[in-house]
C-alpha cells in the first residue's frame, strides 16, 4: 500500500492491520472537501511565498480539475490507500510530479482531516435543516387543515381534555423548531477552521491560518492548535441534536402506530407508505412509523459511542477517534431518512375525524370543566373535583346535576382561548406564530 | 396518605406502589421554586379576577411566609405526602383552609411540576456556569506562570513536537469556553413558562400565561400547551453539555494521572489532593482525577437514561418522565463537584519544569523541522520526509548532516509564531483572547 | 477525618475532595459482609499462625460482637471516615486497641471492597431471582385462571391472528424465566473469593485464599490478584441481565398501558394500584406501568455508565471503580421494586373479557386461516394469498366464498394445536411445562 | 419491486419509504441459512403430508442446488427484493413456478427472519470463541516465556509492588476466560429454533416445529409462538458479552498504549503493527491499540441500541426488529477483528525487560514487605503503615534501618506463594491451570 510515511519502517505492515485500519471506503463522500481543503492550502502557501507561483498555479490548476471530475463522477477514491489524503495526493503526483507533497508542507493529517470533516459537516447541517424545516412545513399545512377537527387529548394514555387536531400536530412543529434551532447552534459550533494546527503544534512555516479559514468560507481560525486536532465537539453536538430529533419522531411515530390501530382508528396511512405480510393477506402495517421509532436507538446508540471514544483521551490527536467519521455520517443519514419518510406517511395519511369526534365526546373529557363550573358557583377547589370525581363514579351530588348540561364538547374546545391553549382561536394564533417561526 | 385527587376511589394505595411512586425526597430542591410558581400563579388569577382580593392577599401573605421560612430552614417537606406540591397544598391548607386549593385552580400537576423545574434549572445553569468560569479563570493563570516552560507535545501518547505548557494548558481553558456556551445556550432553551399549560389542553378560566412568565422572570411563555408538559429538551440539552464537559475534565485527568506517574514525573498533586493506601505505605495516587475520570461515566449513563425515556413516548405527559428530575439533579451535583474537584487539584498541583524540559530535548521532536530544513533547501517534502525518517533509524544522508546543529528545541518552539500556534509569542497572544473572553 | 493511611502526609486533606471522594452513605449497605469478610480474614491469620491465638480470639468475638448489633440495628456506620472499612477498624481499635489493625495483615481495601461487594452481590442475586420467580408464579397463576379467553394477537399493534389471552401472558413468562437463568449464571460468575489479592500481588505473608473462600462460601478463591482486584465482570453482568429484565417489564408495561385505555379497553387496574389527577377528577391512570416503564431507562443508563467507567482502565485497582457500588445498588433497588409493583399491579388487576372477545371476533383475524384454506383446495399459497388479500377489500373470488363460513375465531385458535402453538390444547401443554420449570 | 403480500394494495409503494425499509444489502449474510432453513421447513411438511412428495423432492433438490451454488459464489442475492426471503422465494419460483411458494405454509416472515439470525448467531458465536481462544493461547505462550520477568505492578497508575510480567499477562488470559465463558452461554442462549412460531400464534397446519428444530440441529424448539418471534436476548446477550469482552481489549490496548510510551519503554509493537505520521518522520505510534480502544466505543454503542429499541415493545413482532441485525453485525465484526489485531500485536512486540527491571527496582516497591517486616517484630501494623511512610519522606525511625538489608526485588516477586499471587512459583502453578483451563 502506498503509504504518506515510512522512511523508518523496515517490515511490511501487517494485512490484517491494514485492513482494520483503512478509511478509504468510509472517507469517500470527503473527497470533494478534501480539495476544497488542498487548494485553500496551497493557495495561502502560495500567497505567504511557501511555494513559488509557478507550482502553485500547476497544483491549483490540477486540484480543480480533479474536483471537477469528481464533482461529474469521473474520478473517485479507489486502489490501496490508507484514506482519502493519501489518494489525493497519490492522484495529484501522478498528474503534476514530485512537487505533489508540497500540499503536506505546514499541515498534517491530523487538522487535514478534520477540515474535511467540519466542512462536510457544515453542508449537511444546512441539509439537515433545510430537511426539518419541510417536515415542519407539513405539519403546519396538515394544521391548517384540521383546525376545527376535534380529538381527546391524552395524559397516561387517558383520555383527559378535547384539543383541536391541529394543536395536536403543532406539538410536534414546535419540538421540530427547537430541534432545527439545536441544529443552527451546532453550525455555530462547526464552524472553526483547523487547517495549520499541523500534527498538534502549528509550524514554522510563515502560514496565515486565518486567511485559510478565510479562502473555506469558515468563520474563523482556530485558537489553540492542540485542542483543535482532537476537538470533537462538533460532532457530538451534532449526534445529540439529531437523537433528541429522532426521539421526537420516535414520539410521532409511536402515535401513528397507536392511531393507525383498529381501536383507535384515527388515521389511515396511505397504501404507498404501508407494508403487508408474507403470511396474513388482511394486514396494513404502519412500517414506516415502526422503523423510525426502531432507528432512533441506533443514533441515541451513535451518540453513546462517540462519548466513550474521546473519554478519557490525552492531548492531542489519538487515532481512537478515526471511527467518529463512519459515526456521525451513519447517524446523519439515519437522520435524514427519517425525517423524509415520517413527514411523507404523515402528508399522505387520512385522518378518521368521525372517529376521532366520537372519542372526543366521551363526557369524561369534560371533567375538568364540571369542576371549574362547580368553583365558579363557589364550591372550593378540592371539593369540587371531589364531587366530580364521585360523579364519573355514578354518585351525583344535587350542586352537580345542573351543571351538566352546560357542557359541551364543543364548548369545551372553545373554551380555551388563552395563548397556548388548544382551543381554537388559541390554535388560529398559534398557526401565525408557526408561521411567521419558519419565515425566519 | 394525602392526595390531590381520590374522588373516584374506593380502595386504598398499595403501600409498595406508594413507595414507588413517591417524590417528595427528591423533590425537597424544588420547594422554594414550587412556593414562587404557586405564588405568582395566585397573583395572575386575582388580576385576572379568578380569585377574590381578599383570598388572593390571604394566600400571597402565607406563601410569602411559608418562602420565607423555607429559605431559613425553618421548614422542609415532610410527612407523607406525595410530592413536593401536595405538601405545599396541605401546608397552605393548615394555615388558610379550605380556600388554599385555590392554587390548583387554572392549572395542574404536569404543568407546575415543569414551572419548577425549569426555575430550578435555571438558577442551576448559572451555577454551572460559573463553576466552569472559575475553573477557566484557574487554567487562565497556570498558563499565565507557565508561558515559556516547555514540555513534548503528544500525539497517539507519542512525543511529537515541544509546546509550552501553557499553550497544553489553554487547550482545556477553550474546551471549557464551548461548555460554558453550551451551558448558556440550554439556558435560553429552558428559559420558557409552561404555567397555565394545565394538564396537557390550557384552562378554560381567562388565565394569562404571559403574566405569570413575566412575574417568574422567564423570557416568554410556552407556544403549545401539549408539547410543553411533556417537553424535556432543555433537561436533555443540560445532560448533553454536562456529558460532554465531564468528558473533557475525564481528558484532563488522564492527563493529571499520566503525569503523575514516575515515568512521566512531569507533576504533583498537593498532599491536599492525594490520597494513600491502607496497606502500602508508599503511595500518593492521584485519586481526585481518577474519580473524575470515573464519574464521567455516569453523566453520559443519565444522558442515555433519560433519551431512553422519552423515545416512544405518546402526548402529552406520561408518568415515565417522574425521574428526569433525580437524574439531572445527580448529574448537576456530579458535574458541579468535579470541576470543582479538577480545579482544586490543578490549583495546588506543582509542575516538574525540569523532568518537562528533559522530555522535551528529546532530538525525535526536532524531525518535523529538520524536515523542514531540507524542503526549505529544495528537496521535496516527500523526500524530505523520508531523509529523516531513516536518520532516525541511523542512517544519515549527507544533505541533512548540516542542518541538525540548526536545530533547538527553544528554536523549534519560538519558531511556531502563527495564530493558534504552540510557540511562545503566539501563546501570548492567545493568552490575551482568552482573557478577554472571560470578560464577555 | 480519621484514615488508614497518611504517615507520608504533611497537609490536611482538601474538605472539598474528602466530600467528593467519601463513599460511607453508600457503603452502609455492605456493613455486615465487610465484618463477615474481616471474621474469615483473621480465622484463617490465626490458623496459619500469623495471628496469635489470644489476639484472634479477642478480634473474633469482638467482631461477632459488632455484627449482631449491626443485624440488631444498634450499631450502623457513622463518623467522619472515608469508608466502612475505615469505620469497621476504628470501632474494632475503639474496643480492642491496636492490634485491631492486624486485621489489615495480608489484605488491602482493594481485595476486602469488592470481596464485600461479591458477598453483597450473592445475596442480592438470590434476592432477585425469586422476585422474578415469584412474578412468574402470578403469570402463571392468570395464564391458569385465563386458558379459554380469546384476544386478538397483535403484529405491528395491528389485529392478526386469535391468541388464547393464557398464551400472551405465558410470553412474558419464558422472558422471565431467561431472564432468572441469566441472574443464576451471574451468581455463579460472581462466586469467586478476592480476598488475599492483597493490593494487587498478593502477599509475602503465608495466607491461604482458598481458606477463606471456603469460609465465607465462595465457590472458589480467585486465579490473579492483579485481574481480581479490578474485575467488576459479575457487575457489568448483574447490570445487563437487570437492563434486559427491565425491558422485559417495560414491554408488559406498554401493554398494560395500551389495554387500560377506553379505545382498547381489555383491562382495568384496581383502584389500588392506579393514580387519579390533580385537575381532571374522571382520571384513573396505569402509572405503575408507566413508572416500570420509565424506570427502565435509568437501568440501561447505569450499564452505560460502568462499561463506560472500566473502558480503557489499565492494571490493576484504579478509584475510578469506587462508583460501581452506588451504580449497581441504584439498578438492583429499581429492578427488585419494579418487578413486585408490576407483579403487584398485574395480580389485582381485571380482565376485561368481552372487550377482548369482541376485538378476536373481528373476521380479518380469520384471513391466514381463510388462506390456508384455499391452499387446502389445491390453490398455490401466493394465488391464495393474494386472493384473501382482494377478498378483504370487498372483492371475493368465487373460490374464496364457500369457505367462509367454515371459519370462526373459536376454531381458529383451536385449530393451534403443536408445541409453542396459541391454541387452547397447546397453550395447556405449555402450561404444564411451564409449571415444571419452576419446580427446578 | 416483487412482494411477498400486496392483494389488498391498490397503489404503488412510495420509492423513499421501499428505500428505508429495504434489507437485502444486510440480510446477505444470512443467504446460506435462509436456505437452510426453507430446506428444513419443506423437509418436515413433506414428512407430515402438507406438501407431497412430488413437490417436496423439487424443492428440496432446487433448495439444495442454489445453496451449493451460494457456498460457491455463483448465486448471491441481488434485484429489486425487499429481503433475503423474498429474494430466495422469486428465485426458487423462477426454478420450479407457483410451486415455490409453498415454503410460505405454516411459517411467516416472522418466524423465518429469526431462525436465519439464530443459525447465523451460533456460527458466529463459535468463530468468536474461537478467537478468543487464540488470543488466550497467544497470551499464555507470552506468559510462559516472561515468567521470571519482572516489572512494577501498578494501582492507580502508580508504581506499587514488582510482578512478575507472566502474571500481568495473565490478568488478560483470565478476562477473556470470562468471555469465552459468556460467548458460550450465548450459544445456550441461542440454540432455540423459532420456525413453526408463524407470525405470531403458531399454524392450524398439523406441523412439527420439534422436528424442524432437530432437522436444522437446534437443541430445543420455541416454548411460545408469541415471545419467540420478538424475543431478541440472544442478540442482547451477545452485545453485553461482546462489549465486555471489548471492554477488557480496550483495558490491554491502554497498556499497550502507555508501554510503547518513551516514559515507560516497556513495550515496542513490531513495524509490521505501527503506524507513522505524514508529517513527523520520527514517529512509530501503537495505532492498532488505539483503533481497538476507540472501536470498544461502537460496540457498547451498539449494546445501547439494540435495549432502546426493544424497550416498550408491545407483543409481538413489531417493524422496529429490523436493525437488530446490521446492529449486530457490526458488533462482531468489530469484536473478531479487534481481538486478531490485539493478538497480533501483542505476538509480535517486543518487552524491554531491562527497563521493566529498572522501573522494578525503584525502592517504593519494597515499602509494603517493609512494613510487613516490622509487623513480624512486634509492632502493630498500623503503626508499622507510618512508621514506613515516614520513611519515605526520609524520616527512617530506628526500628526500619535493620531491615532494610533484608529487603531485594526479588525476594518479594519470589516471596508471594500463595495461590494466585505475582511470585515466580506460584504463577507457574497459575500457568498449568491456564494451560488446563484451555484444554477444556
Redesign the interface.
Known amino acids: 500500500m502506498a503509504?504518506?510515511?515510512?522512511?523508518?519502517?523496515?517490515?511490511?505492515?501487517?494485512a490484517?492491520?491494514e485492513?482494520?485500519?483503512n478509511s478509504l471506503a468510509s472517507d469517500t463522500r470527503l473527497t470533494p472537501y478534501d480539495l476544497k481543503a488542498c487548494t485553500a492550502h496551497v493557495q495561502m502557501l502560495s500567497e505567504v511565498g511557501v511555494i513559488n507561483e509557478e507550482d502553485a498555479r500547476k497544483l491549483l490548476h490540477t486540484l480543480n480539475e480533479m474536483s471537477v471530475q469528481v464533482e461529474n463522477d469521473e474520478l473517485t477514491p479507489s486502489g490501496n490507500h490508507e484514506d482519502v489524503?493519501?489518494w489525493v495526493e497519490a492522484e495529484l503526483a501522478s498528474r503534476v510530479g514530485?512537487?505533489?507533497?508540497?500540499i503536506?508542507?505546514g499541515?498534517?493529517?491530523?487538522d487535514l482531516v478534520v477540515t474535511d470533516f467540519r466542512l462536510w459537516m457544515k453542508d449537511e447541517l444546512l441539509y439537515q435543516q433545510e430537511a426539518v424545516k419541510r417536515f415542519q412545513q407539513i405539519l403546519l399545512t396538515l394544521a391548517e387543515r384540521n383546525l376545527e377537527v376535534v380529538m381527546p387529548?391524552?395524559?397516561?394514555?387517558?383520555?383527559?381534555?378535547?384539543?383541536s387536531l391541529a394543536?395536536?400536530l403543532?406539538?410536534?412543529?414546535?419540538?421540530l423548531e427547537?430541534d432545527r434551532?439545536?441544529l443552527i447552534?451546532c453550525y455555530r459550533?462547526t464552524d472553526v477552521c483547523p487547517l495549520?494546527?499541523?500534527?498538534?503544534?502549528?509550524?514554522?512555516?510563515?502560514?496565515?491560518?486565518?486567511r485559510t479559514a478565510e479562502l473555506l468560507g469558515f468563520a474563523s481560525?482556530?485558537?489553540?492548535?492542540?485542542?483543535?486536532?482532537s476537538?470533537r465537539?462538533f460532532a457530538?453536538?451534532f449526534l445529540?441534536a439529531a437523537?433528541?430529533c429522532m426521539?421526537h419522531c420516535?414520539?410521532l411515530?409511536?402515535?401513528i402506530?397507536?392511531w393507525?390501530?383498529?381501536?383507535?382508528g384515527f388515521m389511515r396511512l396511505?397504501?404507498?407508505?404501508?407494508?403487508?405480510?408474507?403470511?396474513?393477506?388482511?394486514?396494513?402495517?404502519?412500517?414506516?412509523a415502526?422503523?423510525v421509532?426502531?432507528?432512533?436507538?441506533?443514533v441515541?446508540?451513535?451518540?453513546?459511542?462517540?462519548?466513550?471514544?474521546?473519554?478519557?483521551?490525552?492531548?492531542?490527536?489519538?487515532?481512537?477517534?478515526?471511527?467518529d467519521k463512519p459515526?456521525v455520517f451513519a447517524a446523519a443519514d439515519t437522520l435524514g431518512?427519517?425525517l423524509?419518510?415520517l413527514a411523507?406517511?404523515m402528508e399522505?395519511a387520512q385522518f378518521q375525524n368521525e372517529k376521532m369526534a366520537a372519542?372526543a365526546s366521551?363526557p369524561?373529557?369534560l371533567?375538568?370543566?364540571?369542576?371549574?363550573l362547580l368553583?365558579r358557583s363557589g364550591v372550593?377547589?378540592?371539593?369540587s373535583?371531589?364531587?366530580?370525581?364521585?360523579?364519573?363514579?355514578g354518585d351525583t351530588d344535587e350542586r352537580v346535576k345542573p351543571l351538566l348540561e352546560q357542557l359541551t364538547t364543543a364548548s369545551?374546545v372553545e373554551?380555551?382561548?388563552?395563548?397556548?391553549?388548544?382551543?381554537f382561536k388559541?390554535v388560529a394564533a398559534?398557526l401565525d406564530?408557526?408561521r411567521n417561526t419558519l419565515l425566519v
Not at 372550593?380 to 371539593?383: G, R
Open positions: 503509504k504518506l510515511w515510512g522512511g523508518r519502517y523496515a517490515v511490511k505492515t501487517s490484517v492491520f485492513r482494520y485500519s489524503h493519501s514530485p512537487i505533489a507533497s508540497s503536506r508542507i499541515r498534517s493529517r491530523n387529548g391524552y395524559t397516561h394514555l387517558q383520555r383527559a381534555q378535547p384539543v394543536h395536536h403543532l406539538a410536534y412543529f414546535w419540538m427547537r434551532q439545536r447552534q459550533t495549520g494546527a499541523g500534527a498538534l503544534a502549528g509550524s514554522t512555516w510563515p502560514i496565515r491560518p486565518e481560525a482556530f485558537e489553540n492548535s492542540l485542542d483543535v486536532v476537538d465537539d457530538v453536538e445529540a437523537a433528541l426521539v420516535s414520539r411515530a409511536e402515535e402506530i397507536l393507525s390501530t383498529t381501536e383507535f396511505s397504501d404507498a407508505w404501508s407494508t403487508g405480510s408474507s403470511l396474513m393477506p388482511q394486514k396494513k402495517n404502519p412500517d414506516p415502526e422503523l421509532r426502531g432507528r432512533t436507538g441506533s441515541i446508540g451513535h451518540l453513546m459511542a462517540l462519548l466513550t471514544v474521546i473519554k478519557g483521551l490525552p492531548l492531542a490527536y489519538n487515532r481512537d477517534l478515526q471511527d459515526t431518512s427519517s423524509e419518510v411523507g406517511a399522505s372519542a366521551d369524561g373529557l371533567a375538568t370543566d364540571l369542576a371549574d368553583v372550593p377547589f378540592a371539593e373535583h371531589e364531587l366530580v370525581g364521585r360523579h364519573c363514579e369545551a373554551g380555551r382561548t388563552h395563548r397556548g391553549a388548544a382551543g388559541a398559534q406564530r408557526a
